[in-house]
């Protein structure tokens, strides 16, 4: 890999860091019901254009700093095709933390793109 490459490699992955808490909220906030973290990362592979696609294993230790938070809540149930799957649904602290982010990622991304219009 070349450096430039090593470069965006770096830059993105610090891009995704910032933003999956807040895609994660996002995405159980739109859901009907409780999802589990396969249905989650195939939610946000399927609505972010594969942008915010990842490894599965990494949405978990977000999921759980979020319920730690208090943002999210989570119960165990039994699968007929394999181990049980922890269910996460975002609660109201959860919904309340999600409006702020919003506001802070959209004033972010306007004021980067103030700064990078006219480059190209």
């Known amino acids: 890999m070349t450096e ?38 195939k939610e946000l592979e399927r609505i972010g254009d594969g942008v915010l696609s990842g490894k599965q294993s990494a949405l978990y230790p977000v999921l759980r700093n979020l319920e730690a938070a208090g943002l999210l809540e989570s119960h165990v149930e039994p699968s007929v095709a394999g181990p049980p799957r922890r269910y996460y649904r975002i609660n109201d602290d959860g919904r309340a ?24």
């Open 4 to 41: 430039l490459g090593a470069h965006l490699r770096k830059f993105q992955k610090e891009l995704s860091t910032g933003t999956v808490s807040l895609a994660l909220l996002a995405v159980l906030a739109k859901a009907p019901e409780p999802l589990y973290g396969y249905l989650i990362a």
């Open 97 to 120: 933390a999600l409006r702020q982010w919003v506001a802070a990622w959209n004033a972010t991304r306007d004021s980067v793109e103030s700064v990078l219009e006219g480059i190209n």
